[in-house]
């Protein structure tokens, strides 16, 4: 089983910006996408963007576009979610995602099969 590990959470004033991080731990398998979840306190988990490595084309929530960016890091089955003029609605545990299976889109939990710890990110307003 391939391990996901996010890094670069932390506590952000409204407006501001964070970059996470996502690199696999240990050994890797062969994947066609990775993606970005996050989960507000009482709320299921939700999508919010997705990277396909065979096209290189991207799919972000309405909710995050124009803000957030996903980018393919420099390794392997790593993935970096840039997130700008934040919102405290954007306060939520930061999940990266895996896919090792051939999908039209990867923008649902059930897409994934690899799956990081999660990552705090909290916006003050």
């Known amino acids: 089983q391939m391990q996901l590990v996010e890094s670069g959470g932390g506590l952000v004033q409204a407006g501001g910006s964070l970059r996470l991080s996502c690199a696999p731990s240990g050994r890797t398998f062969r994947t066609y996408a990775m993606g970005w979840f996050r989960q507000a306190p009482g709320k299921e988990r939700e999508f919010v963007a997705s990277i396909k490595w065979s096209s290189g084309s991207y799919s972000y929530a309405d909710s995050v576009k124009g803000r957030f960016a996903i980018s393919k890091g420099n390794a392997e089955n790593t993935v970096i979610l840039q997130m700008n003029s934040l919102k405290s609605e954007d306060t939520a545990v930061y999940y990266c995602?895996?896919?090792?299976?051939?999908?039209?889109?990867?923008?649902?939990?059930?897409?994934?099969?690899?799956w990081g710890q999660g990552t705090q990110v909290t916006v003050s307003s």
């Open positions: 995602a895996a896919s090792a299976y051939w999908r039209d889109t990867y923008d649902s939990r059930g897409e994934y099969n690899y």
